[in-house]
């Protein structure tokens, strides 16, 4: 398949990306179903409750309709990047890029994250850009890119790398 001929909404269907935050000014249900017709308000609230989001958005006073501003608030840096991952995650695409994501997030938000993210159910191929260990540990396979890689990392994330490559 030559990917140039492939229609940018296509591609869109079957690729999401979560990266830095970009957050539109609407609800947090807009934000993050935006107005795809496939995508139903249950689906929305399960990929909120994957990344641990959902009671938390449910106590703001309007919960899900609550407006958001472009930048981010009235949430936190933690609850802007996982709405991300939610965006990303709520279309069910065939390739799931999560890019560095998960490197802000707390030890225990990313321990929840991650179990969803690799569940054996979900839809996707999984692809991690990360700096953090923990994450990697997590990963089938570990590929290192350039020469960034500090030698203070676990001799058990190492020895996975070279391994994988």
Avoid: Y
């Amino acid at each position: 398949m030559d990917l140039r001929e492939l229609r940018p909404d296509s591609l869109r269907e079957h690729v999401a990306v979560a990266g830095a935050v970009e957050i539109f000014h609407g609800s947090i249900d807009e934000n993050v179903h935006l107005h795809r017709p496939h995508i139903s308000a249950l689906d929305v609230r399960e990929s909120l409750a994957a990344v641990g989001l959902l009671d938390e958005l449910l106590k703001q006073p309007e919960g899900l309709n609550t407006t958001l501003q472009t930048s981010g608030s009235p949430l936190s840096s933690s609850q802007a990047a996982r709405l991300m991952l939610a965006r990303a995650m709520v279309g069910r695409p065939r390739l799931l890029l999560v890019d560095g994501t998960l490197d802000s997030l707390a030890d225990e938000t990313v321990s929840h994250v991650l179990a969803n993210l690799t569940n054996d159910k979900a839809p996707w191929t999984l692809l991690i850009t990360t700096g953090r260990g923990r994450v990697m540990q997590a990963c089938d396979r570990v590929i290192a890119v350039g020469r960034s890689w500090r030698r203070s990392r676990r001799s058990r994330v190492r020895r996975k790398i070279d391994s994988a490559v």
